[in-house]
């Protein structure tokens, strides 16, 4: 099955930028549903964006117009974050999943495979 391995994370002021990354390895992504998720102590596992069945961006209404999601055919997803909030303090992981059907590609509970995280902190 598929590794991922996040990095990119890091500290930056508000109104500023990060760009995550997510590296895949043991398999080939193009045929997973792939997805960022962000989590903050004692609060559950939020979907942030994703690249749903279709091939199609989605994302959470709190980031829309701001983050972006990407796939290369290096087998990696990244996500672009501009216009940074304090509110987007989070520890962020990267998901896959290889099931031929996802209901929503935002919901935590649809995927199998993660990635350790990686800490993003704006202030």
């Known amino acids: 099955h598929v590794q991922l391995v996040e990095s990119g994370g890091g500290s930056v002021q508000v109104g500023g930028s990060l760009r995550l990354s997510c590296v895949a390895s043991?398999?080939?992504?193009?045929?997973?549903?792939m997805g960022w998720f962000r989590q903050i102590p004692d609060k559950e596992r939020e979907g942030v964006a994703a690249?749903?069945?279709?091939?199609?961006a989605i994302y959470a209404n709190s980031v829309k117009g701001r983050f972006t999601v990407s796939q290369d055919a290096k087998n990696s997803l990244y996500l672009q974050m501009n216009s940074l909030k304090s509110e987007d303090t989070a520890t962020y992981y990267c998901?896959?999943?290889?099931?031929?059907?996802?209901?929503?590609?935002?919901?935590?509970?649809?995927?199998?495979?993660w990635g350790q995280g990686t800490q993003v902190t704006v202030s």
């Open positions: 998901a896959a999943d290889d099931s031929p059907f996802h209901e929503y590609a935002l919901g935590s509970w649809e995927y199998k495979y």
């Open positions: 043991g398999d080939t992504i193009s045929r997973y549903c």
């Open positions: 690249i749903d069945d279709h091939g199609d």
